[in-house]
DNA sequence: CAAAAACTAAAAAAACCTTTATAGTTTTTT
DNA sequence: AAAAAACTATAAAGGTTTTTTTAGTTTTTG
């Protein structure tokens, strides 16, 4: 069900998505048809619907994460791929623009979120580790692995180029989990 | 030989490495030792300096690159590690910091720049669309493998990620490389 | 009760002025 | 002939005040 908590986050996302984070609460309160006294019952401050927001993202994230790297179905390779896909639903946290609107003005949510941001990306780093201890993986500088991954997702997120190519972000996403998974040469004889 | 010009340049160069783009012509003059005078006979401007710093090192990977493209020797992937990983020996002009400074304070030479930098990664582009249509290269959308590919290299460049994990940036662009190429599973069995 | 509107305190942005730094030139010295 | 030093015009940095914006509150209206 729309709550009205629900709601408010909606629009949250929604402005952010137009204006970053330089939208203000009467934009906001406008575009869901509510009052600031209304926002102001449900909310205590704009930096506090940014903090649940953050929360929710994380949450949404980490949950799907944690159910793959139990999922003992999956081999390490799949996992990998699992985990680099697990986008969340509200994909504006990734946006660098945002990111840098974050760190300047709510430097407070900011470090909370940059250290979730790390976290996550910290469970592909053992991953890969893993992977390298069992020979799955190739003998290369995990870190650097997980770097190329993740400005690559987060080069995705800077909406421009989803959109003037044309390719949808989860398409991008699952082909860039396969490019470092696989390459991208096509057969077998191709290859070494 | 070390002509006077390439003094210049090498020490507007060292400047560059160590301040950005905000040293002055003063500390420029006293690190190589030569005065403004000298300095002013062989350049008319500090923008004609980086100008010229720009042609030459964009020459030098031109080149590099057209010597590859041309070499009947080399199979496709072996041509594509090898436009990758064919970095200039000036590494600052890859600088994401130093690009910033001279898009602020350089408009007209960093319009040239920004051309030249973006034409060469389109060499790459050409090379990968030939091989998706030789069915060498699997069927991926060649400009995110180019975007992919550019963000990597360029994200080793800016100096701390490559100082703090010490792997060299040769090393690092190497391996990029192979990543994109073959990625980082290591046995065929591994693979799909 | 909740929307709409009016309000306020505080902060960000804009406008303005002052000072400093520096690219490029000229003069003096060696 | 080139270095060193002095010089200037200009632009950037820094500081200050004014104006505008806006988060959050309070009042009014339906």
Same mark, same amino acid.
Do not use: C
């Given at each position: 069900?729309?709550?009205?908590?629900?709601?408010?986050?909606?629009?949250?996302?929604?402005?952010?998505?137009?204006?970053?984070?330089?939208?203000?609460?009467?934009?906001?309160?406008?575009?869901?048809?509510?009052?600031?006294?209304?926002?102001? @019952?449900? *909310?205590?401050?704009?930096? +506090?619907? =940014?903090? &649940? #927001? %953050?929360?929710?993202?994380?949450? !949404?994230?980490?949950?799907?994460?944690?159910?793959?790297?139990?999922?003992?179905?999956?081999?390490?390779?799949?996992?990998?791929?699992?985990?680099?896909?697990?986008?969340?639903?509200?994909?504006?946290?990734?946006?660098?623009?945002?990111?840098?609107?974050?760190?300047?003005?709510?430097?407070?949510?900011?470090?909370?979120?940059? @250290?979730? *941001?790390?976290?996550?990306? +910290?469970? =592909?780093? &053992? #991953? %890969?580790?893993?992977?390298?201890? !069992?020979?799955?993986?190739?003998?290369?500088?995990?870190?650097?692995?997980?770097?190329?991954?993740?400005?690559?997702?987060?080069?995705?997120?800077?909406?421009?180029?989803?959109?003037?190519?044309?390719?949808?972000?989860?398409?991008?996403?699952?082909?860039?989990?396969?490019?470092?998974?696989?390459?991208?040469?096509?057969?077998?004889?191709?290859?070494?």
């Amino acid at each position: 069900m729309a709550t009205i908590k629900n709601r408010i986050i909606e629009g949250f996302v929604k402005e952010m998505e137009i204006k970053g984070m330089k939208f203000t609460m009467d934009d906001l309160v406008r575009r869901i048809g509510i009052s600031k006294r209304t926002l102001y @019952e449900n *909310f205590s401050s704009k930096a +506090e619907i =940014l903090e &649940v #927001l %953050i929360d929710e993202t994380f949450a !949404e994230v980490d949950d799907k994460t944690q159910r793959i790297l139990q999922d003992t179905e999956l081999s390490t390779p799949q996992k990998i791929k699992g985990v680099i896909t697990a986008v969340p639903s509200h994909r504006v946290l990734y946006d660098k623009n945002i990111f840098e609107q974050i760190k300047r003005f709510y430097p407070d949510q900011w470090e909370k979120f940059a @250290e979730i *941001f790390d976290n996550d990306w +910290e469970e =592909l780093r &053992v #991953l %890969i580790h893993q992977g390298i201890q !069992e020979g799955i993986i190739a003998n290369l500088d995990e870190k650097l692995i997980v770097k190329m991954t993740m400005e690559a997702v987060q080069s995705v997120h800077d909406q421009e180029f989803y959109i003037k190519n044309n390719i949808s972000l989860t398409d991008a996403v699952s082909q860039i989990a396969d490019i470092i998974l696989f390459g991208i040469l096509s057969t077998e004889k191709n290859r070494g």
